[in-house]
């Protein structure tokens, strides 16, 4: 049986719930390159992972309604550590490196790919980790890769297509039904999707209600 996989629309007291929770302070603590540099597992957290480039780190300033809270640039491999940002106290917002190609030297990638896959499947505070898909792209084999480390480790996961704003209704429609498929295959997917633009708005107070939920 295939799952319908839906896009998420959560009610009115949900996105009240998700826009107080972000209406609160949000704020960088610090960038992690190994493991032990972790911050202690006091409270949870969500994260957010995909390929280079996909807007991580846009997501996370559209989220928090800052614009430069996390560093985002056009050149795939900005974000190279495992950056934590506190928010409203009670959890930690988690942007990741990006995984496929980079603009990087290749010691340093694979330094810190083996870094995130340590997180990924070795963080027991993470309560759900959200994988971002380009709307233009869908699914690639390095997010196959990504989503299937997740179904080994148990963590819960949620895609999130982001740049929607970048394709056409029609071509949308074909890549979310790709997205579809895929995804439910994998028994670690949440059965609904969001969509999103960082860009236009689109969906934030949606992802902002999922996460008030979780924490
Ligand atoms: N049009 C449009 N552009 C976006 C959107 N989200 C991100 N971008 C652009 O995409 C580029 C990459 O965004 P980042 O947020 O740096 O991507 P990332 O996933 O953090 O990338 P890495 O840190 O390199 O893995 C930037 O130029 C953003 O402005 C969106 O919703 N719409
Ligand atoms: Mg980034």
Known sequence: MELQFPIAEPDA????????????????????????????????EVCFAGRSNVGKSTLINALTGRKALARASNTPGRT????????????????LPGYGFAKAP???????????????????????????????????????EIMTLLDKSAVPFQVVMTKADKVKEAERE???????????????????MILTSSEKGWGIDVLRAVIATLV
């Open 174 to 192: 074909k890549i979310i039904a790709q997205v579809r498929s895929k995804v439910s295959r994998h028994p670690a997917a949440f059965p609904e």
């Open 80 to 95: 190279q550590e495992i950056n934590f940002f506190t928010c409203a106290e009670s959890h930690y917002l988690v942007d």
């Open 106 to 144: 290749v010691k340093t990638v694979e330094k810190w790919q083996r870094l995130l896959k340590a997180y990924l499947s070795g963080r027991a505070t993470l309560r759900r980790a959200f994988v971002l898909i380009d709307s233009r792209h869908g699914v690639k084999d390095v997010d196959e």
């Open 13 to 44: 007291a949900a996105l009240e719930k998700g826009r107080l929770l972000f209406a609160g302070e949000t704020d960088f603590l610090k960038g992690v390159v190994a493991m032990d540099g972790m911050p202690p597992d006091d409270r949870l």
